[in-house]
C-alpha cells in the first residue's frame, strides 16, 4: 500500500490479500514479504477490525433494535482502532516470545504481520463463534494458520510448531471453559426466569379451584 492509492484500491487489495490467506495460506505465507514496515499489516488489520464491528453491529440489529445497536456501533467504532492497536502489538509480543523459543530467527516486525494476516479469518470466525459446534473449529482454525505461519514464514519444524500451539490452543480452551464456569458458579449471569402458574405456583401443580 502507497500513500497515493485510492481508498478503492486499499479494499481490493485487502479483499484479495484475505481470500489468498482464507484459500491459500501455504502459498501465502510462502510469499509473505518479510519486511516492508508495519503500516500495510496494519492497516490490514484494522480494516478487517472494522469488518467484524459492521457484523457485530448488524447482529445486533437483530437481537436488540435499531436503538442500541447504534449505540453499541458508536462505542466499538470509537475505541476500536485504539484496541486493535494495543491487543496486535501484546498478542505479536506473545507469539513472538514462542517463535523465539521455537529457534525462529526472523524479526518483531515479521512477527507482526504474520499475526495480522492470520487475522483475515477473523469475520468469518466471528460467525463460526455464534454456533456451538463450531466455536473450537473458529479457534483451531486461527491456530492452524499460525502453524502454517510458523513453518513457512519463522522456518520452526512442523512437528514442533504443531505441537506448541496445539497445547497453546488447548490452554486457551480451557480457559476459557473455566472463567465460563466461574462466570455460571459465581452467578454473574442472570438466571432465566421460571414460568409461574395462574396461581402463582410453580408449573405441575394445579390451582385450586
Known sequence: MRSGDTVAGVLKVIRDTAMNVIVRPVTFFQTMPRRGGYRTPYVFLLV???????????????????????????????????ALTLS??????????????????Q????????F?????????????????????????????????GSVHVHGVGRLKATAVFAALGLAVIVLLIRAEHYVVRHGMVRPVPQVSSAAGKPPGHAAPV
Open 48 to 82: 478487517i477490525g472494522l469488518l467484524d464491528a459492521l457484523l457485530l453491529s448488524a447482529l445486533k440489529v437483530l437481537t436488540a433494535g435499531p436503538g442500541p445497536a447504534l449505540a453499541f456501533a458508536g462505542h466499538v467504532f470509537l475505541i476500536l482502532p485504539l
Open 107 to 114: 524479526s518483531f516486525e515479521t512477527a507482526y504481520r504474520t
Open 116 to 148: 495480522a494476516y492470520s487475522f483475515a479469518i477473523s469475520p468469518i470466525a466471528l460467525l463460526m463463534l455464534l454456533v456451538p459446534y463450531l466455536t473450537f473449529g473458529a479457534f483451531f482454525w486461527w491456530f492452524a494458520l499460525l502453524v502454517i
Open 88 to 105: 496486535s502489538f501484546v498478542l505479536t509480543a506473545v507469539l513472538f516470545a514462542f517463535w523465539r523459543l521455537m529457534d525462529s530467527s
